[in-house]
């Protein structure tokens, strides 16, 4: 009897008729699991692994972990709309099969994300409007390798930016006007390696100045050492020592 239920999970994990999630609705044989709506903060780690399609949009959720999706092979959509989404692990979607085909992280909380979590995403169909993005040079390099939907990325909006002007600006449009987010990047770091270069150039000066000056004091003191010694007497020659004796003699 103790092998009953073990027996029963078996003929349902081969009939893809595993439990839903709690307060998740999974119809029977659609393949697609509705968890939106739920108040959910985190997300749940028992959705079934013949999920197609997995409705997880309008709910409290903030961060993506690491694995949160592991198992599911077959999902081809994940909605993540309307979220407080702030921040996404780097492993997020490991595990997720090739036949991921849309990821919407809309209308969530992201202000900057790595590029890491969407390395092995090059097919999907990635849609990121409605985030309160931070435009800068990082943004910039990142937005050139997602795969970004064409239908929704002039909805990218700045909403805040290193340069102040472009604030409440379309990212798509400030780029094909020519705008180079990493310019300024640029300038700084140039400026840094300016400011630098600087404080070494003074601390040698000073040091060069300091060395010379006290060269200088040392010499002055052993001029003034020489001058302060008494003059010595004066000394004869040999040959002066015989004429004096001889003169003597004579004398």
């Not at 910039?140 to 909403?159: F, G, I, N, R």
């Not at 798509?172 to 300038?187: D, E, I, P, T, W």
């Not at 270069?197 to 100045?209: L, Q, S």
């Amino acid at each position: 009897m103790p092998a009953l239920p073990s027996l029963l999970v078996l003929i349902l994990c081969l009939h893809g008729g595993l439990p839903c999630p709690q307060d998740c609705d999974c119809p029977p044989g659609s393949g697609v699991v509705w968890c939106n709506r739920r108040d959910l903060v985190v997300i749940p780690l028992d959705i079934p692994p013949d999920a197609r399609v997995l409705y997880l949009d309008s709910n409290w959720i903030t961060h993506v972990a690491n694995g949160a999706f592991r198992g599911l092979k077959q999902l081809r959509e994940l909605h993540l709309a309307d979220n407080l989404i702030q921040s996404i692990a780097p492993g997020a979607f490991r595990g997720l099969g090739g036949g991921l085909r849309l990821l919407d992280l809309s209308g969530n909380q992201l202000q900057r994300v790595e590029a890491a979590p969407f390395i092995s995403l090059a097919w999907v169909r990635l849609e990121l409007y409605d985030n309160p993005w931070h435009c800068d040079c990082s943004l910039q390099e990142l937005m050139a390798t997602l795969p970004l939907d064409s239908e929704t990325v002039e909805d990218l909006v700045c909403a805040t930016a290193v340069w102040e002007e472009y604030a409440g600006k379309s990212l798509a449009h400030l780029l094909n006007a020519g705008v180079n987010f990493c310019v300024s990047q640029q300038r700084n770091t140039d400026l840094a390696m300016l400011l630098t270069m600087f404080c070494w150039f003074t601390v040698v000066i000073t040091y060069v100045v300091y060395y010379v000056r006290r060269n200088q004091a040392e010499s002055r003191r052993h001029l003034e050492y020489l001058k302060s010694l008494p003059l010595p007497s004066k000394q004869l020659s040999p040959e002066e020592e015989v004429e004096e004796d001889t003169l003597s003699t004579i004398l």
